[in-house]
């Protein structure tokens, strides 16, 4: 297992446009967790996924943001109507049931210019 | 809101130098963890502690959990240019629809220098 893929790592737009970042956990990791860092400061919480059921969405994710896991495997992160205050690293993380720890992807850096 | 306040927030210091970081939460959480996580790489997992008073040691890193379970430390001895980076602690939420989600401290960016 490769551990958790995140693509694209970098992704440059243009305010207003809508991007769509993909995240693939670890293979046998039942929960997928999507946050949001900015330089210097720890992760915040945006989302997260049992299987395919989006259990709890944090006030962060306003209208723009949506996040799919539809088969319970990959997910999607899709940020509407860009703007320069979405610039941050998004991250993802799986685990299992348990929670025995979080195993983070390397991020996808968003510029929004 | 729980949060986690993290100190310093800032460290730079020489190599071999022993260095603390200090996690305090407002309220209790059912374990809390420390990441590492270098430049445009994510967190990395050192440690997870569970039990109040608990101590465990990771080579020259010695993390303890307090006795009420609401703050933690991490102490780094004979540091050395490797151990740069961004140490994170993270509260990891006990029951609802939470359960499993990390609340996560500012972080604190460690330099070593040679």
């Known amino acids: 297992d490769t551990g958790v893929s995140q693509d694209p790592r970098h992704k440059i737009t243009k305010r207003g446009q809508n991007v769509t970042f993909r995240c693939d956990p670890i293979?046998?990791?039942?929960?997928l967790y999507w946050y949001r860092q900015t330089l210097g400061q720890g992760p915040e919480f945006l989302t997260y996924?049992?299987?395919?059921?989006?259990?709890?969405k944090s006030r962060l994710l306003s209208d723009r943001f949506s996040a799919e896991r539809p088969k319970g495997s990959f997910s999607t992160l899709e940020i509407q109507r860009t703007e320069q205050g979405d610039s941050a690293m998004y991250l993802c993380?799986?685990?299992?049931?348990?929670?025995?720890?979080?195993?983070f992807g390397s991020g996808t850096r968003l510029t929004v210019v | 809101t729980q949060l986690l306040e993290q100190s310093p927030q800032f460290l730079s210091i020489q190599e071999g130098e022993n260095l603390t970081v200090y996690c305090n939460s407002s309220?209790?959480?059912?374990?809390l963890q420390w990441y590492r996580q270098e430049p445009g790489e994510g967190p990395v997992l050192l440690v997870t502690?569970?039990?109040?008073?608990e101590v465990k040691k990771l080579k020259r890193l010695t993390f303890q959990f307090g006795d009420a379970r609401k703050d933690s430390s991490l102490h780094i001895t004979a540091a050395q240019p490797g151990d740069t980076g961004l140490y994170l602690c993270?509260?990891?939420?006990?029951?609802?629809?939470?359960?499993?989600?990390?609340?996560f401290g500012q972080g604190t960016i460690l330099t070593v220098h040679p």
């Open positions: 293979s046998e990791h039942n929960r």
């Open positions: 993380a799986s685990s299992r049931q348990e929670v025995s720890g979080y195993t």
């Open positions: 502690v569970v039990t109040g008073g």
């Open positions: 993270a509260g990891v939420h006990a029951g609802g629809t939470s359960y499993g989600k990390l609340t």
């Open positions: 309220s209790v959480f059912s374990s």
């Open positions: 996924f049992q299987n395919e059921a989006q259990l709890e």
